[in-house]
């Protein structure tokens, strides 16, 4: 039985990679972007997630951004992003997640990679410094106080390169496991899509946990279509 066989391959693993998307947050009531109702559903990518956006409208963006942060200030870690800190306990593990919400490290989770950036850092757009201490709602526009430049979200927007760290990171995690497991995403951005087929090309199995299939899905070892929340629990415990 599949359940049987993912708590083996995770019982019995010594480094485990975990790629996560947004659908591991969908529990803890944060939208995805491709699902219907999702982020890009309603707002136009181009409009609110690319350098040219945040030149032309910094205002718009950053009420994009603020009222995600405030809809991920008010969730809670989920039981996925808990199953997850409680396997990390007990081993070798790292979590390249693509989320920006911070609930991986909410839930207890230590060695997580954030590789699209995360919500709660701002960045200089003059000297590159980072921010961390500003309200959940950001004043429009914000400053930086050294170079008094506009700040912008740390946040990987679309025609721009992962940071050169998380990358290194994220290709020796996936290079270096003996066990792969992806959850919550719909696998359609790059490079992170890719990441996967690092162990599956090595023989290292992959476990996908996703509410449809993905192009992911023909390459794993084990798939379930199915809820994070409920799904990933129930592969902890006996
Ligand atoms: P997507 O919205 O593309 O995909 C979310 C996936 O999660 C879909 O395949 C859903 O079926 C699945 N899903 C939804 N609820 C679930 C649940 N409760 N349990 C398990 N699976 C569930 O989100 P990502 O793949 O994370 O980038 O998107 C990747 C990147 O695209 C994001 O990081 C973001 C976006 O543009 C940037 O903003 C740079």
Known sequence: MDIEKARKLIRESANL??????????????????????LWNNYHVEQVATPE??????????????????NASKAEPNPAHIALAEIEAGKNMVILTQNVDGLHQRAGSKNVVELHGSLWKLRCTECSGICRDMPVEVPI?????????????????????????????AEEASGNCDLFMVIGTSARVYPAAALPLIPARRGVPVIEINKEPTQLSEITAVSFIGKA???????LRD
């Open 229 to 235: 929340g409920e799904i990933l629990p129930k592969l």
């Open 53 to 70: 956006a945040f030149r032309k409208d910094p205002r718009l963006v950053w009420r994009f951004y603020n009222e995600r942060r405030k």
């Open 17 to 38: 990679c975990v790629l996560t998307g947004a659908g591991i947050s969908a529990e803890s009531g944060l939208s995805t972007f491709r699902d219907s109702g999702g």
């Open 141 to 169: 526009l914000p400053y930086c106080v050294k170079c008094k430049e506009l700040l912008r979200p740390d946040i990987v927007w679309f025609g721009e390169p992962l940071q050169p760290d998380s990358i290194r990171k």
